[in-house]
């Protein structure tokens, strides 16, 4: 039903809008949601053009279930484009609009560097983790363990990365001691 | 991580209360960009105006389509639309009883885009031309007209009784 409501609307909209050839072009722009043409413009994965506010209050309304008012695609705060264009057409836009727009983001080209996050302690990707299995010297197999599938190191500075640091060094602890404890015993 | 999570949500909490204004104007502004858009593209077979100075109600019609036992037969509605539109739906109401399996006695129409399934990109028109295609294509499997669910697989009779009730809920109003 959702499919056959949409293709009508995106396949008449140029007529639709018709007139003037400068109203069609603007058309192309237009926000997806206010359907105006597009102010602070962000473009999803998809494709889909909407006005940064428009879409912040979209994704707000629905944080459950966060998906493209055009094609419900997957789609989120992250993962969207700001569109900088050269000239600002309406000279009084603020830029203090809350809310603001996503930064854009720029990825490294693929090949360099790749193991990032290799390497002890230099920039925390390093963790201690500490487990006992069945069999006591289990130990040893869980003792070390890189970077694998589990939630990315906070970032460097902050409280959570202190304390996840603190944790750390006070496993690291309990396992030289208890270590100690098997040889004595 | 729950602190941190609580101190952005005040401000933005804050930004919606103190723009409320400015939300009502831009809703206003999609409303008369959409009545715009209504206007000035031929749509066969609906209709739709704001019922008198507010632009927040609107009267719609639509005519069955052909080819369907709906063909010559037109229904007028209401559409109301809330503060948050178009993050939240827009609520259509027949006011010409309808005999159909997804609209109740009340006019209430159980169609998916209207609840669950609402995107910010629909208005007017496509729910519009939704609720036309419905009149056709009934869901059959979540009725609210259980009477009607029953009647449509034999389509002679559904017909009959159609526009037998039709002449009496319409018909007759309009001549009264």
């Not at chain 2, 709906?70 to 559409?79: D, H, I």
């Amino acid at each position: 039903m959702s499919a056959e409501t949409t293709s009508p609307n995106n396949n008449s909209q140029p007529n639709g809008d018709g007139g003037t050839p400068s109203e069609d072009s603007a058309g192309t722009y237009e926000c997806n949601i206010c359907l105006e043409t597009a102010n602070d413009p962000v473009v999803s994965m998809c494709g889909h053009l909407f006005c940064w506010p428009c879409l912040h209050q979209w994704l707000e309304t629905r944080r459950q279930r966060q998906t493209c008012p055009v094609c419900k695609a997957g789609i989120s705060k992250d993962k969207v484009i700001p569109i900088y264009g050269r000239g600002n057409p309406n000279p009084q836009d603020p830029r203090e609009k809350l809310p603001p727009r996503p930064p854009g983001q720029r990825t490294e080209p693929e090949g360099s560097g790749a193991f990032p996050n290799f390497g002890f302690g230099g920039d925390g990707g390093f963790q201690f983790s500490f487990g006992i299995g069945a069999f006591p010297f289990g130990i040893f197999a869980s003792t070390f363990n890189f970077n694998d599938g589990r939630p990315a190191p906070p970032a460097h500075g902050s409280p959570q990365e202190a304390e996840e640091q603190f944790l750390s060094k006070v496993f690291l602890w309990v396992a030289i001691i208890f270590i100690f404890w098997l040889l004595i015993a | 991580m729950a602190s941190r999570r609580g101190n952005v949500n005040v401000p933005v909490r804050q930004k919606a209360s103190k723009s409320s204004a400015q939300d009502n104007h831009s809703v206003t502004k999609r409303l008369q960009h959409e009545l715009r858009t209504l206007m000035t593209s031929a749509n066969p077979g609906i209709s739709a105006f704001p019922d008198g100075d507010n632009l927040f109600k609107w009267i719609g019609t639509i005519e069955g389509a052909k080819g369907t036992v709906y063909e010559n037969l037109q229904y007028k509605l209401t559409l109301t639309f809330p503060s948050g539109y178009p993050y939240q739906a827009l609520t259509v109401k027949f006011t010409t009883p309808c005999y159909h399996p997804n609209v109740d006695t009340h006019g209430n129409i159980c169609l998916d885009i209207l609840k669950e399934k609402w995107s910010a990109l629909y208005d007017v028109r496509t729910v519009l031309l939704s609720i036309q295609s419905l009149l056709g294509e009934p869901n059959i499997d979540s009725p609210l007209n259980v009477h009607a669910a029953d009647l449509w697989s034999d389509q002679e009779a559904y017909k009959k009784h159609l526009l037998q009730k039709y002449e009496q809920d319409v018909r007759s109003k309009q001549q009264s």
